[in-house]
């Protein structure tokens, strides 16, 4: 679960605890958005102290190595020695 998914569940535990006013036989609906609330929040810092220990880890560069210039250049273009 990631972190859009804790914030959903409370979001919805909020909704259930403080914007219902449902009654169910058996059921406290308070108490289940009071848990998923509580839910939500662990996910979230389990995800933040997931996130900060994770490092990003740069690939190291190659070195960038500058070629000679020819030293045989032809004055008609052709330095590679192909062509007339």
Do not use: Q
Not at 37 to 52: C, D, H, K, N, P
Request: aromatic letters at 6%; one cysteine or more; charged letters at 15%.
């Amino acid at each position: 679960m990631g972190l859009g998914g804790c914030i959903i569940l409370i979001g919805v535990g909020a909704i259930l605890t403080f914007a219902t006013d449902w009654h169910m036989k058996g059921v406290n609906v308070t108490v289940v958005g009071l848990i998923l609330m509580a839910v939500g929040l662990i996910g979230v810092a389990t995800f933040s102290g997931i996130a900060r220990r994770r490092r990003v880890v740069v690939p190291p560069t190659t070195p960038v190595v500058e070629e000679e210039p020819h030293r045989h250049h032809r004055v008609d273009g052709y330095s590679d020695g192909y062509g007339v």
